[in-house]
Every structure is written in C-alpha cells, then in structure tokens.
C-alpha cells in the first residue's frame, strides 16, 4: 500500500504525558501536512513542511506542539504536557506540487488524554 | 473565522434519492474545491474537485456545481445508495502558491434503505 500511513493509530494518555505520532506520507509527495480533528468539525490545518521545511505554523499549534521532519521523509508531532482538550484525531496529509495540489489523508490518530 | 460555510449539518434521503450539500466561502483567493468523503474511523478521501473556470465537474454519480459570483458551490450524489452514508467535507484551497486546505464543518449523510 502506498498510501499515507500513521503511527499510532490510537493512543489512550494520562494528563501531563507527552505522546508522539508518525506519519510516513507518500513516497513521491515533498509536502505534509498534519491537521486536528475532533468529533463534528472539519480537519483544522496544524503546520505544513515542504521537504524538511516546516513553512506555516497554526495559532492553534501551542507551545506543547512541535513537528519535525528531519530528512524530509517521515514527520513526527509530538504534544508535551498533554491536556484534555488535546483529545482529538490527528491527522497527517501528503501533496505533490502540480494539478490541484490535492492532498491525501492517512487514517489518522486517534488520542484520548483521560 | 469560517472561511467556508457548510450546509445542512445532517441530511437523510431515501435510496435512489438526490443528496445535496452546500458550501460558501468568503476568500475571493481560493480557486480549487475539493471533496472529501469520509467513514467513521478514517481519514478524510478526495472525491471530487472543481476549479471555478467550469460551472459544473460529473464523476459517475457525483457532480460538482459551482456559481463563482455567489461564491457557493454544491455536491450533488444521484441515485444515493446505503454505501454514501458518510460525512462529507467541502474545502478551499488557492490552486497555486497556496498549501492551506480549509475545510467546513461536515454534513453527515444517512441513506435510509
């Protein structure tokens, strides 16, 4: 399968833990994104990388939050000192410049901070 | 600020009825409108897309009508089938130099068998 893949795909979490997620997004894509999603709403845009370049940051992107992508390849979002109100379906996307720009979701990670 | 409002929260038809939804957005920037279906549990999947040069986008049963000076476009799902029961999300985007998909709210669909 070649589509884009996320890891975990669900996390159960104490308050005040830090969790991270993986995506591993297409493998021809240079640019990812990873949005927050909870129950009822839209995906909200979170940050965005083209290669290893984090370009945009969201207001709704804390402190607590940091993305990286080190080689240009995988990306990682990691949440320090977890709340409850970071309960939520994370979600990583990938594009290739060109047509539309369209972007492809993964499955999503699912984080429930109890 | 919602950028792009969406419309009705929830919608029940009947099989082999016509499901329509309907989006508005506000920045006159985005020109690239995307479709996304998704089921409980996964990711959001494009559907259909349609750029404003073209007022109407047909993929098999879904069509894709947009009226740019009213900044609103509509999903329209022919023939709805038990199987389209999901939510489904407009978005907009700028088509170039842009990377930033907006998305509404959702509307969750139930085709009654």
């Known amino acids: 399968d070649t589509g884009v893949s996320q890891d975990p795909r669900h996390k159960i979490t104490k308050r005040g833990q830090n969790v991270t997620f993986r995506c591993d997004p297409i493998s021809e894509h240079n640019r990812l994104y990873w949005y927050r999603q909870t129950l009822g709403q839209g995906p909200e845009f979170l940050t965005y990388f083209q290669n290893e370049a984090q370009l945009e940051k969201s207001r709704l992107l804390s402190d607590r939050f940091s993305a990286e992508r080190p080689k240009g390849s995988f990306s990682t979002l990691e949440i320090q000192r977890t709340e409850q109100g970071d309960s939520a379906m994370y979600l990583c996307?990938?594009?290739?410049?060109?047509?539309?720009?369209?972007?492809?979701f993964g499955e999503g990670s699912w984080l429930t901070v109890v | 600020q919602q950028q792009v409002k969406q419309s009705p929260q929830s919608l029940i038809v009947q099989k082999g009825g016509i499901s329509i939804i309907n989006c508005a957005y506000e920045?006159?920037?985005?020109?690239?409108f995307p479709w996304y279906q998704q089921f409980p549990g996964k990711g959001p999947a494009l559907l259909i897309a349609?750029?404003?040069?073209?007022s109407e986008k047909k993929e098999g049963r879904f069509t894709i009508s947009f009226n740019k000076s009213a900044k609103q476009f509509s999903l329209h799902i022919m023939d709805s089938q038990p199987g389209d029961s999901a939510t489904y999300f407009c978005?907009?985007?700028?088509?170039?130099?842009?990377?930033?998909?907006?998305f509404g709210a959702g509307t969750r669909l139930f085709v009654k068998a």
């Open positions: 349609i750029r404003p040069d073209v």
């Open positions: 996307a990938s594009s290739f410049p060109g047509i539309g720009n369209t972007i492809y």
């Open positions: 978005a907009a985007r700028p088509y170039t130099g842009g990377f930033k998909t907006i």
């Open positions: 920045n006159t920037a985005f020109d690239y």
